[in-house]
Protein backbone atom coordinates (compact mmCIF):
# COMPACT_ATOMS: atom_id res chain seq x y z
CA UNK A 1 0.00 0.00 0.00
CA UNK A 2 0.16 2.30 0.06
CA UNK A 3 2.19 2.91 3.43
CA UNK A 4 0.63 6.12 5.19
CA UNK A 5 3.17 8.29 3.57
CA UNK A 6 2.21 11.72 1.80
CA UNK A 7 1.60 11.02 -1.28
CA UNK A 8 2.34 14.50 -3.02
CA UNK A 9 5.62 14.65 -3.59
CA UNK A 10 7.98 17.47 -3.35
CA UNK A 11 11.39 17.09 -5.39
CA UNK A 12 14.75 18.15 -3.94
CA UNK A 13 16.76 20.77 -6.16
CA UNK A 14 19.57 17.98 -5.87
CA UNK A 15 21.88 19.86 -8.45
CA UNK A 16 22.07 22.85 -6.23
CA UNK A 17 23.61 20.16 -3.45
CA UNK A 18 27.39 18.97 -3.46
CA UNK A 19 28.67 15.61 -3.80
CA UNK A 20 28.62 14.96 -0.02
CA UNK A 21 25.43 16.27 1.06
CA UNK A 22 23.78 14.24 -1.92
CA UNK A 23 24.80 11.29 -0.16
CA UNK A 24 23.53 12.06 2.93
CA UNK A 25 20.59 12.96 1.63
CA UNK A 26 20.00 9.38 -0.65
CA UNK A 27 21.32 7.41 2.63
CA UNK A 28 18.12 9.12 4.67
CA UNK A 29 15.97 8.42 1.78
CA UNK A 30 16.97 4.78 2.68
CA UNK A 31 16.96 4.83 5.92
CA UNK A 32 12.95 6.62 6.15
CA UNK A 33 12.20 3.82 3.18
CA UNK A 34 13.37 1.24 5.38
CA UNK A 35 11.54 2.73 8.61
CA UNK A 36 7.55 3.03 6.40
CA UNK A 37 8.70 -0.78 5.28
CA UNK A 38 8.17 -2.09 8.74
CA UNK A 39 5.86 0.40 10.19
CA UNK A 40 2.56 -0.41 7.66
CA UNK A 41 2.39 -3.87 7.64
CA UNK A 42 3.13 -3.62 11.17
CA UNK A 43 0.08 -1.31 11.74
CA UNK A 44 -2.07 -3.66 10.05
CA UNK A 45 -0.70 -6.75 12.29
CA UNK A 46 -1.46 -4.45 15.47
CA UNK A 47 -5.25 -3.47 14.26
CA UNK A 48 -5.92 -7.73 14.22
CA UNK A 49 -5.35 -7.76 17.56
CA UNK A 50 -7.44 -5.27 18.57
CA UNK A 51 -10.31 -5.28 16.24
CA UNK A 52 -12.66 -8.39 15.76
CA UNK A 53 -12.81 -9.06 12.29
CA UNK A 54 -16.23 -7.74 11.57
CA UNK A 55 -15.25 -4.16 12.51
CA UNK A 56 -11.55 -4.48 10.60
CA UNK A 57 -12.60 -3.21 7.53
CA UNK A 58 -13.79 0.10 8.98
CA UNK A 59 -10.84 0.09 11.22
CA UNK A 60 -8.60 0.13 8.55
CA UNK A 61 -10.53 2.65 6.06
CA UNK A 62 -10.03 5.32 9.23
CA UNK A 63 -6.36 4.17 10.21
CA UNK A 64 -5.52 4.68 6.42
CA UNK A 65 -7.70 8.63 5.77
CA UNK A 66 -4.15 9.29 7.25
CA UNK A 67 -2.65 8.79 3.53
CA UNK A 68 -5.44 10.93 1.96
CA UNK A 69 -5.19 13.63 4.36
CA UNK A 70 -1.70 13.82 4.03
CA UNK A 71 -2.44 14.95 0.46
CA UNK A 72 -4.80 17.48 1.73
CA UNK A 73 -2.58 19.33 4.62
CA UNK A 74 1.28 18.21 3.37
CA UNK A 75 0.87 19.65 -0.04
CA UNK A 76 0.53 23.22 0.99
CA UNK A 77 2.03 22.75 4.13
CA UNK A 78 5.60 21.43 1.70
CA UNK A 79 4.94 24.34 -0.70
CA UNK A 80 4.96 26.40 2.11
CA UNK A 81 8.00 25.52 4.04
CA UNK A 82 9.77 25.63 0.65
CA UNK A 83 9.47 29.50 0.85
CA UNK A 84 11.57 29.48 3.97
CA UNK A 85 14.91 28.82 1.60
CA UNK A 86 18.08 30.86 2.76
CA UNK A 87 16.36 31.37 6.36
CA UNK A 88 18.80 31.09 9.20
CA UNK A 89 21.13 29.57 6.74
CA UNK A 90 19.12 26.50 5.43
CA UNK A 91 17.85 24.99 2.53
CA UNK A 92 14.09 25.34 1.69
CA UNK A 93 14.01 21.38 1.72
CA UNK A 94 16.12 21.37 4.51
CA UNK A 95 13.60 23.34 5.85
CA UNK A 96 10.80 21.00 4.61
CA UNK A 97 12.70 18.04 6.65
CA UNK A 98 13.12 19.69 9.79
CA UNK A 99 9.60 20.65 10.58
CA UNK A 100 7.73 18.01 9.03
CA UNK A 101 10.22 15.02 10.64
CA UNK A 102 9.81 17.02 14.37
CA UNK A 103 5.94 15.47 15.07
CA UNK A 104 6.99 11.98 14.86
CA UNK A 105 9.80 12.49 16.64
CA UNK A 106 7.36 13.80 19.38
CA UNK A 107 4.79 11.28 18.98
CA UNK A 108 7.33 8.24 19.38
CA UNK A 109 7.99 8.11 22.95
CA UNK A 110 4.19 8.94 23.47
CA UNK A 111 3.33 5.88 21.10
CA UNK A 112 5.88 3.40 23.08
CA UNK A 113 4.11 4.36 25.83
CA UNK A 114 0.07 4.52 25.71
CA UNK A 115 -0.04 2.20 23.07
CA UNK A 116 -0.81 -1.42 24.63
CA UNK A 117 0.02 -4.55 22.79
CA UNK A 118 -3.37 -5.63 23.57
CA UNK A 119 -6.57 -4.97 24.74
CA UNK A 120 -5.84 -6.83 28.29
CA UNK A 121 -3.21 -4.22 28.90
CA UNK A 122 -5.13 -1.05 28.25
CA UNK A 123 -5.54 0.36 31.53
CA UNK A 124 -8.15 3.24 29.52
CA UNK A 125 -10.74 0.33 29.25
CA UNK A 126 -13.25 -0.54 31.94
CA UNK A 127 -12.63 -4.56 33.53
CA UNK A 128 -15.59 -5.71 31.64
CA UNK A 129 -14.54 -3.89 27.87
CA UNK A 130 -10.87 -5.58 28.23
CA UNK A 131 -12.18 -9.14 29.22
CA UNK A 132 -14.80 -9.04 26.61
CA UNK A 133 -12.72 -7.94 23.72
CA UNK A 134 -10.04 -9.92 24.81
CA UNK A 135 -12.27 -13.12 24.53
CA UNK A 136 -13.66 -11.77 21.21
CA UNK A 137 -10.04 -11.77 19.60
CA UNK A 138 -8.99 -14.85 21.17
CA UNK A 139 -11.68 -16.72 19.92
CA UNK A 140 -11.19 -15.36 16.71
CA UNK A 141 -7.13 -16.08 16.68
CA UNK A 142 -7.90 -19.76 17.85
CA UNK A 143 -10.15 -20.71 15.09
CA UNK A 144 -7.33 -22.05 12.72
CA UNK A 145 -10.27 -23.49 10.13
CA UNK A 146 -8.73 -22.94 6.38
CA UNK A 147 -5.92 -20.83 8.16
CA UNK A 148 -2.64 -20.30 7.73
CA UNK A 149 -0.67 -20.45 10.99
CA UNK A 150 3.32 -20.38 9.91
CA UNK A 151 4.93 -18.18 8.21
CA UNK A 152 6.47 -21.37 6.12
CA UNK A 153 2.68 -22.41 5.65
CA UNK A 154 1.87 -18.86 4.34
CA UNK A 155 4.74 -18.54 2.04
CA UNK A 156 4.07 -22.04 0.11
CA UNK A 157 0.63 -21.00 -0.30
CA UNK A 158 -0.93 -20.07 -3.22
CA UNK A 159 -3.57 -18.26 -2.33
CA UNK A 160 -1.27 -15.57 -0.14
CA UNK A 161 0.71 -14.83 -3.36
CA UNK A 162 -2.97 -14.51 -5.46
CA UNK A 163 -4.12 -11.98 -2.74
CA UNK A 164 -0.83 -10.21 -3.27
CA UNK A 165 -1.77 -9.63 -7.51
CA UNK A 166 -4.86 -7.19 -6.82
CA UNK A 167 -3.09 -5.52 -3.80
CA UNK A 168 -0.40 -4.41 -6.51
CA UNK A 169 -2.62 -3.32 -8.87
CA UNK A 170 -3.90 -0.88 -6.36
CA UNK A 171 -0.86 0.30 -5.21
CA UNK A 172 0.18 1.10 -9.19
CA UNK A 173 -3.20 2.87 -9.81
CA UNK A 174 -2.01 4.29 -5.75
CA UNK A 175 1.04 6.11 -6.60
CA UNK A 176 0.97 6.63 -10.77
CA UNK A 177 -1.54 9.08 -10.05
CA UNK A 178 -0.86 10.59 -6.16
CA UNK A 179 3.11 11.42 -8.08
CA UNK A 180 2.01 12.61 -11.02
CA UNK A 181 -1.16 14.54 -9.72
CA UNK A 182 0.08 18.20 -10.46
CA UNK A 183 1.48 17.77 -13.08
CA UNK A 184 -1.74 15.76 -14.73
CA UNK A 185 -4.11 18.83 -13.28
CA UNK A 186 -1.24 21.51 -14.32
CA UNK A 187 -1.27 20.19 -17.86
CA UNK A 188 -5.06 20.46 -18.37
CA UNK A 189 -5.26 24.21 -17.04
CA UNK A 190 -2.29 26.15 -17.74
CA UNK A 191 -2.19 28.00 -13.76
CA UNK A 192 0.46 28.63 -11.33
CA UNK A 193 2.06 25.88 -9.26
CA UNK A 194 1.20 27.30 -6.22
CA UNK A 195 -2.41 27.61 -7.48
CA UNK A 196 -1.98 23.92 -8.65
CA UNK A 197 -0.80 22.49 -5.31
CA UNK A 198 -3.80 23.40 -3.61
CA UNK A 199 -5.99 22.47 -6.08
CA UNK A 200 -4.85 19.01 -5.76
CA UNK A 201 -5.62 18.61 -2.31
CA UNK A 202 -9.23 17.87 -4.05
CA UNK A 203 -9.03 14.56 -5.10
CA UNK A 204 -7.53 13.71 -1.65
CA UNK A 205 -11.21 15.13 -0.02
CA UNK A 206 -12.53 12.73 -1.78
CA UNK A 207 -10.36 9.89 -0.86
CA UNK A 208 -10.96 10.71 1.84
CA UNK A 209 -14.59 9.99 2.15
CA UNK A 210 -13.89 7.05 -0.47
CA UNK A 211 -11.78 5.18 3.24
CA UNK A 212 -14.81 6.03 5.66
CA UNK A 213 -17.60 5.17 3.26
CA UNK A 214 -16.27 2.19 1.67
CA UNK A 215 -14.94 0.60 5.01
CA UNK A 216 -17.97 1.09 6.62
CA UNK A 217 -20.38 -0.31 4.09
CA UNK A 218 -18.05 -3.32 3.82
CA UNK A 219 -18.29 -3.86 7.97
CA UNK A 220 -22.14 -3.32 7.72
CA UNK A 221 -22.75 -5.41 5.02
CA UNK A 222 -20.09 -8.22 5.59
CA UNK A 223 -19.09 -8.23 2.47
CA UNK A 224 -15.00 -7.96 1.16
CA UNK A 225 -14.91 -9.12 -2.63
CA UNK A 226 -17.18 -6.67 -3.84
CA UNK A 227 -16.43 -3.87 -1.80
CA UNK A 228 -12.68 -4.56 -3.06
CA UNK A 229 -13.89 -4.65 -6.98
CA UNK A 230 -16.09 -1.86 -7.48
CA UNK A 231 -14.63 0.68 -5.80
CA UNK A 232 -11.21 -0.68 -8.77
CA UNK A 233 -13.96 -0.17 -11.20
CA UNK A 234 -15.06 3.66 -10.06
CA UNK A 235 -11.26 4.40 -9.84
CA UNK A 236 -11.17 2.58 -13.19
CA UNK A 237 -14.23 4.57 -14.64
CA UNK A 238 -12.43 7.67 -13.10
CA UNK A 239 -9.64 7.50 -15.30
CA UNK A 240 -11.70 6.85 -17.59
CA UNK A 241 -13.37 10.10 -17.58
CA UNK A 242 -10.18 12.32 -16.92
CA UNK A 243 -9.32 11.37 -20.40
CA UNK A 244 -13.12 11.79 -22.48
CA UNK A 245 -14.59 14.56 -20.80
CA UNK A 246 -13.67 18.25 -21.36
CA UNK A 247 -10.14 19.36 -20.51
CA UNK A 248 -10.81 21.81 -17.91
CA UNK A 249 -9.87 22.27 -14.43
CA UNK A 250 -12.75 21.62 -12.90
CA UNK A 251 -14.05 18.71 -14.32
CA UNK A 252 -10.51 17.31 -14.48
CA UNK A 253 -10.73 17.83 -10.48
CA UNK A 254 -14.02 16.31 -10.49
CA UNK A 255 -12.53 13.27 -12.53
CA UNK A 256 -10.06 12.74 -10.77
CA UNK A 257 -12.08 12.74 -7.65
CA UNK A 258 -14.08 10.19 -8.67
CA UNK A 259 -10.83 7.88 -9.42
CA UNK A 260 -9.44 8.60 -6.05
CA UNK A 261 -12.80 7.87 -3.87
CA UNK A 262 -12.58 4.59 -5.86
CA UNK A 263 -8.94 3.96 -5.41
CA UNK A 264 -8.24 4.38 -1.87
CA UNK A 265 -12.12 3.21 -0.97
CA UNK A 266 -10.25 -0.19 -1.53
CA UNK A 267 -7.76 -0.10 1.27
CA UNK A 268 -10.16 -0.57 4.48
CA UNK A 269 -11.81 -3.84 2.83
CA UNK A 270 -8.76 -5.19 0.82
CA UNK A 271 -6.44 -5.95 3.87
CA UNK A 272 -9.33 -7.88 5.73
CA UNK A 273 -8.29 -10.36 3.00
CA UNK A 274 -5.27 -11.26 3.85
CA UNK A 275 -5.95 -11.05 7.27
CA UNK A 276 -9.09 -13.44 7.01
CA UNK A 277 -6.90 -16.58 7.09
CA UNK A 278 -3.45 -15.54 8.25
CA UNK A 279 -2.85 -16.11 12.10
CA UNK A 280 0.44 -16.34 14.48
CA UNK A 281 3.78 -15.33 12.92
CA UNK A 282 1.91 -16.42 9.30
CA UNK A 283 -0.02 -12.74 10.32
CA UNK A 284 3.05 -10.89 10.55
CA UNK A 285 5.34 -12.30 7.87
CA UNK A 286 2.37 -12.72 5.47
CA UNK A 287 0.97 -8.99 5.64
CA UNK A 288 4.68 -7.79 5.25
CA UNK A 289 4.89 -9.96 2.03
CA UNK A 290 1.50 -8.37 0.70
CA UNK A 291 3.00 -5.05 1.74
CA UNK A 292 6.13 -5.75 0.07
CA UNK A 293 5.09 -6.79 -3.16
CA UNK A 294 2.71 -3.94 -3.27
CA UNK A 295 5.48 -1.47 -2.58
CA UNK A 296 6.49 -2.86 -5.78
CA UNK A 297 3.22 -0.78 -7.35
CA UNK A 298 4.73 2.30 -5.93
CA UNK A 299 7.62 1.72 -7.98
CA UNK A 300 5.76 0.49 -10.82
CA UNK A 301 3.11 3.12 -11.00
CA UNK A 302 5.08 6.62 -11.36
CA UNK A 303 7.61 4.88 -13.70
CA UNK A 304 4.86 3.74 -15.72
CA UNK A 305 3.58 7.06 -15.89
CA UNK A 306 6.07 8.63 -16.80
CA UNK A 307 7.51 6.04 -19.31
CA UNK A 308 4.21 6.75 -21.36
CA UNK A 309 4.33 10.27 -21.01
CA UNK A 310 7.71 10.90 -22.58
CA UNK A 311 6.67 8.13 -25.28
CA UNK A 312 3.36 9.74 -26.15
CA UNK A 313 3.72 13.37 -24.78
CA UNK A 314 0.84 13.14 -23.05
CA UNK A 315 -0.98 11.78 -19.95
CA UNK A 316 -3.84 9.97 -21.62
CA UNK A 317 -2.60 6.70 -22.41
CA UNK A 318 -1.16 6.68 -18.72
CA UNK A 319 -4.13 6.92 -17.36
CA UNK A 320 -5.91 4.55 -19.69
CA UNK A 321 -3.10 2.17 -18.51
CA UNK A 322 -4.14 2.50 -14.79
CA UNK A 323 -7.72 2.11 -15.44
CA UNK A 324 -7.06 -1.48 -17.11
CA UNK A 325 -4.41 -2.25 -14.37
CA UNK A 326 -7.64 -1.28 -12.02
CA UNK A 327 -9.79 -3.42 -13.94
CA UNK A 328 -7.25 -6.57 -13.65
CA UNK A 329 -7.22 -6.40 -9.97
CA UNK A 330 -11.35 -6.21 -9.24
CA UNK A 331 -11.08 -9.44 -11.52
CA UNK A 332 -8.84 -10.97 -9.72
CA UNK A 333 -10.57 -10.34 -6.49
CA UNK A 334 -13.71 -11.44 -7.82
CA UNK A 335 -12.11 -15.04 -8.93
CA UNK A 336 -10.83 -15.65 -5.62
CA UNK A 337 -13.18 -18.19 -3.57
CA UNK A 338 -15.72 -16.97 -1.52
CA UNK A 339 -14.09 -18.56 1.48
CA UNK A 340 -11.30 -15.93 1.38
CA UNK A 341 -13.17 -13.20 1.91
CA UNK A 342 -13.39 -11.86 5.53
CA UNK A 343 -16.49 -12.66 8.14
Not at 39 to 58: H, V
Not at 103 to 124: F, G, Y
Not at 131 to 139: P, Q, S
Not at 292 to 302: L, R, T, W, Y
Request: with cysteine; hydrophobic share 55%; proline share 6%.
Amino acid sequence: MPSPRKPSVILVDEPELNLHATKQVDLLRFLLGAAEAGFFPGIIFYLTQWFPARERGRAVGLFMTATALAGVIGAPLSSALLQFDGAFGLKGWQWLFLIEGIPAIVLAPVVWMKMTERPVDAAWLTPDERDWLAREIATEQADTTNAHVTLREALLSARLWIVTVPYLCIVIAFYGVSFWLPQIVQADSGLSSATVVLLSAIPYVAATMGLVMVGASSDRMRERRWHVAVPCGIGALGFVLTVIAPQTPAVSLAMLSIAAFGIWGTLGPYWTLPTAFLRGTAAAGGIALVNSVGNVGGFIGPILIGWIRDRTGQFAPGLLTLAGVLVLGAVVVLAMPRSQQQR
